[in-house]
């Protein structure tokens, strides 16, 4: 019995857990309304996704590994918001105009 509970503890701590790739990249805010929040479908932004009028932020982005393209969801200070697909291996600069 002792066996087969170590081997149990040893399959749990051996259990690799699903591996996340970050992305860097630039949100350019070319509009004169702020950017209140970046929604990441299927991953997680790393810090503040706001970004004011007429400036850019840096911003790490989470996704599981192997995922390059996901759907992006804006909001803004007006209450406008903007569905997109990015693709986060191939670009570093997402423009909002």
């Known amino acids: 019995m002792k066996l087969f509970m170590g081997l149990v503890v040893v399959s749990a701590l051996m259990a690799s857990p699903s591996l996340a790739a970050s992305y860097k990249f630039t949100i350019k805010n070319e509009t004169d309304v702020t950017v209140t929040q970046v929604k990441i ?19 790490t982005v989470e996704l599981p590994d192997g995922t390059c393209v996901s759907d ?3 909001l803004t200070s007006d209450g406008w918001g ?3 697909k990015f ?9 909002i105009s």
């Open 41 to 59: 479908r299927g991953g997680k932004m790393i810090g503040s996704s706001e970004v004011p009028a007429s400036s850019s932020r840096d911003v």
């Open 72 to 74: 992006i969801r804006m």
């Open 82 to 84: 903007d569905d997109m």
């Open 87 to 95: 693709d986060f291996c191939r670009f570093d600069t997402l423009t």
